[in-house]
């Protein structure tokens, strides 16, 4: 089964802060994606990563930034985090770009 | 531009029956991928099942099945039997192969409620 893990279920930082979100998976998957999910507005995709230090800006790429150094992992860094960037992020990865993706549990971060 | 719609915000079925999840897309590319995936209240998506746009005969995976009509751009998730696990949200999406670099476009969502 393929499995992607995120550093944590829940977090809770501080206006100024700077957060990274991990994202691991362990099934050499191509493809990883940062989404956010907030209600009324869907998932929208932040950045996404074809290959080792690529990287393409999704739709909402302002405030983020990412970091994929090795194959399974992909880090989202949010610079300084702010109140807006309250949300439900989720990573997920896909063998190639037309395959289905998988999903990890999650993070929800509240910044206050 | 990718689209997906899906019209029905919510959707309740009774133990045991059949739904129909709706979903319609539109794109230019002639060669894309359609998927289901299942957000249970834990968060995680899930994925369900996936129709390619050159597949001749609708996808199944066990209990659910999707109905595809190429022409209509319509691509519908039918979950037979329903079981109270099935409650959830429910997105439908597409991938464009050869546009758009491979990123997937979601629709808003259905929450599916089944009642016993």
């Known amino acids: 089964d393929v499995k992607v893990t995120q550093s944590s279920r829940y977090l809770v930082k501080r206006t100024g802060e700077k957060v990274f979100l991990e994202c691991v998976q362990d099934?050499?998957?191509?493809?990883m994606f940062w989404y956010r999910q907030d209600p009324g507005l869907g998932l929208r995709l932040i950045y996404f990563?074809?290959?080792?230090?690529?990287?393409e800006k999704g739709d909402i790429p302002e405030g983020y930034s990412v970091s994929r150094e090795k194959k399974e992992r992909f880090s989202l860094i949010l610079e300084s985090a702010s109140t807006n960037q309250t949300s439900m992020y989720l990573c997920?990865?896909?063998?190639?770009?037309?395959?289905?993706?998988?999903f990890g549990p999650g993070t929800r971060l509240t910044v206050t | 531009a990718q689209k997906i719609t899906q019209t029905q915000p919510g959707m309740f079925v009774q133990e045991k029956e059949a739904v129909t999840l709706d979903c319609t897309y539109d794109?230019?590319?002639?060669?894309?991928?359609l998927f289901w995936y299942k957000q249970p209240s834990s968060g995680e998506m899930i994925f369900l099942i996936y129709?390619?746009?050159?597949?001749?005969q609708n996808a199944t995976e066990g209990r659910y099945s999707l109905n595809f009509q190429k022409a209509r751009k319509s691509a519908n998730l039918v979950i037979s039997a329903s079981q109270l696990g099935d409650s959830a949200m429910y997105f439908c999406?597409?991938?464009?192969?050869?546009?758009?670099?491979?990123?997937?476009?979601f629709g808003d969502g259905t929450t599916l409620t089944v009642k016993p």
């Open positions: 099934m050499d998957h191509e493809n």
């Open positions: 794109t230019s590319d002639p060669s894309y991928g």
């Open positions: 129709q390619g746009s050159y597949d001749q």
């Open positions: 990563s074809y290959d080792v230090k690529m990287k």
């Open positions: 997920a990865s896909s063998r190639a770009s037309y395959n289905e993706q998988y």
């Open positions: 999406a597409m991938r464009d192969v050869n546009t758009n670099a491979g990123k997937s476009t």
